[in-house]
Structure formats: C-alpha cells, structure tokens
C-alpha cells in the first residue's frame, strides 16, 4: 500500500482500496475568512454545537484587515462563531497565511487527516498527512460530526532524481511537473513526490511542492517525511519521532501511473497566462514586460523565499514602472526576516511590504490588477483575472527571478543581473 492508502486504512479502521467510498474521522479541520461565513451558515441549519472545538482552526487571511464592508461582515461571522463555539485555535489578528499558520503552531503531523475549505489545504502532505481542500458546505458537516467521506483515490508516483542546480528551486521543480502531468492530469489522484531530490529537500521547499499538487488537479500531494521535516514537526509540536504517526510507502506499492524527471540540467521554469501547466523555460520568457511583481502567498513567501529576494534587491533599485509587493507568509517569518535586515533591503529598494495575508494571489487587495496590466508573481494561479482585471495577465516564477524582473522592468534572469 502507498502511504495515503495506509493513512485512510488507519481512519477506515481496515485496509482500502482505490475508487472504494469510505467514511472517515477527520483530525483537524480549517476555514479563513473567505469560507468561515459559508460554512457557519450551513452548520447552524444541522447542529449548533460543533464536534470538538480544539480540533477546528479558523485563520483569517485572505482579506486582512478587511479591505471592504463585506469582508469585515464576514469576519465578524466568524468571530462570533470562535467565542459562541469557543474554537481554541483561532487565529485573527494578522498571524499570516493558513497554510504556513497551522504547521508554525503545531497543528499538522504526520499520519493526520486534515480537510480545510480552501484547495491549498493539500499543503500539509509536504508532512505525511493526508490533507485536501473542500467546499463549505461539506465543511459544515465537518464542523457538525467531525467525519467526512472520500473516495479512496488512486495514485501517481512522481519521481525525482538528480541535484537542483544554483539558483533553480523546488518551485521551478513542480512547475516542471505540472507542465508534463497537465491542469488534469492528476485529477482526483494522490500526487505522491519521491526519489533522491525530494528526500534532500528542506522543509519550505517540501510545502511548495505539496502546495501546488491541486495545480494539477490532485485530491492530494503527499512525501514520506524525510529527517528536516520530522525535526520540523518535533520542534512545533513538543512530540519525539516516536510519537509521531510516520507512514512509509510499501516498496511494492502499486500506482496508476509512474513518471520519472531529472533536475540536473534544470532551467528555471515560468508559467505563462492563463494556464498553470503552460509552462516555459525562462530563456523562452525572458524580455516579457512586466508592471508588477509579487513576492508571497502559501506557496513562496516563506522565509528562504525572502532570504533568495534579499540577494537579488541588496543594493539595487526597482524600476520606477514597476511596482513590487513583498507580503511573508506569517508574522513569525515577517519578524525574522526583520532582525535579518531582508524587510530593510526590500524598502530601500523600492518595494512596498505589507502585513502577511493573501493579498494579491486571489485579487484581492494591496496589489489588483488593471486592464492590460501583467505580473510576474510567486504565487500558483494565473488563471484568467486571477490576480485583477480579467484582461491582465500574470506569469508564475520563483522569488529570485520576481526580484530580478522587479529591477529591470521585464522577465530576467537573475544571472544576468550579476553580469552586468
């Protein structure tokens, strides 16, 4: 069995197989401020006690602080909510993204079942948990029994091998994948992401990979935890190893499909509007002209993120058509990066930094776009009027090319930068 069927078979209470339909006990379920309000409403037409109130987090993120009167309504919702139901884990005064939130606080482990109603939920596998997003309309019936069902899905087995060469990321690395497999190439399978370049990857590195499994349309992205993220998880959560539920594939798992890449000779890689898997080597891009830059999100504003950004803009200048928005995940990442001096080196060079939040991924404040406009963005969407106005475009990068195209007004390799 691969480690999400045994994860499943553990919750199911005997062992499942793919395409079968089980019920299962959910160990932590997780709403924002986008999709608390919707599932309160729903929940409170079933039950007004929900199952267990320390195993429920509520992050506001999307819009923070509210950026209209209709997000602050909703936030007011949920606040009523976490004091009526007294939800333990509650977070809404700016602790930053759900998907680096909930890991930074201890609430994801391996071996766990988690659901959130919002699709980057499949983040947490970077930690051997079986992690998916749902509507809010199931979540409320999470919320009401603390159980949900799933049809077991069947599995891809993703394969990497080789050494990411200077400067090339794991961001590059599931861009490349996602571009091979398709938008719906993996729908409703686990995307389960192995070999030698994945065991060697660190933790921020692992959630990007994870993250972005829903990119191509998988019910969930899922690693064996390798020594970083079980160090990672012992740290957060006060547990030894011997206490956690680490689950390992068998060596004769079987997998619907198996695909193999090698990242020797890896180039950095961009996603092209307005598809995810219309992805291109940065060579084939270069020259694009941009009017925005956004370094953030669940996916790349993470502190080794910043960390590749700082490099890039230490001592240089944004061009005055551009405009860069530099958001860290979490309040912890945005107080380290400021004894780090990264904040300091953004603003000297020009870009504006704000609170943690989700901002601009989803067009939602401090950073839409307007008619005709184009970014070059961290994040991991460019669908049509994604970030803005439905006739903008938006290219996905890693942060280091965002800086370097940030500092010349168009798609740059940061190399070139170093060059001149």
Known sequence: MNITEKILSQKYGKEVNPGEIIEIDVDLAMSHDGTSPPAIKTFEKISDKVWDNEKIA??????????????????????NFIKTQNITHHYTHGEG?????????????PGKVIVGADSHTCTYGAFGAFSTGMGATDLAMVYATGKTWFMVPEALKIEVEGKLPEGIVSKDLILNIIGEIGIAGATYKTAEFCGETIDNLDVESRMTMTNMAIEMGAKNGIMEPNQATIDYVCSRTGKTKDQLNILKSDKDSVYEKEFLFNVDDLEAQIACPND??????????????????FIGSCTNGRLSDLEAAAKVLEGKQVHDDVRLIIIPASKEIYEIAMNRGYIKTFMDAGAIVCNPGCGPCLGGHMGVLSEGETSISSTNRNFKGRMGDSKSSVYLANPSVVAASAISGFIENPDNLNSK
């Open 58 to 79: 509520i992050v506001f993120d999307h819009v923070i602080p509210a950026n209209t009167i209709g997000s602050a309504e909703f936030q007011k919702v949920a606040r």
């Open 97 to 109: 993204i759900c998907h680096q939130v909930l890991p930074e606080k201890g609430l994801v482990e």
């Open 276 to 293: 995810v898997d219309n992805v291109k080597p940065l060579s084939q891009v270069a020259g694009t002209h941009i009017d925005q830059g």
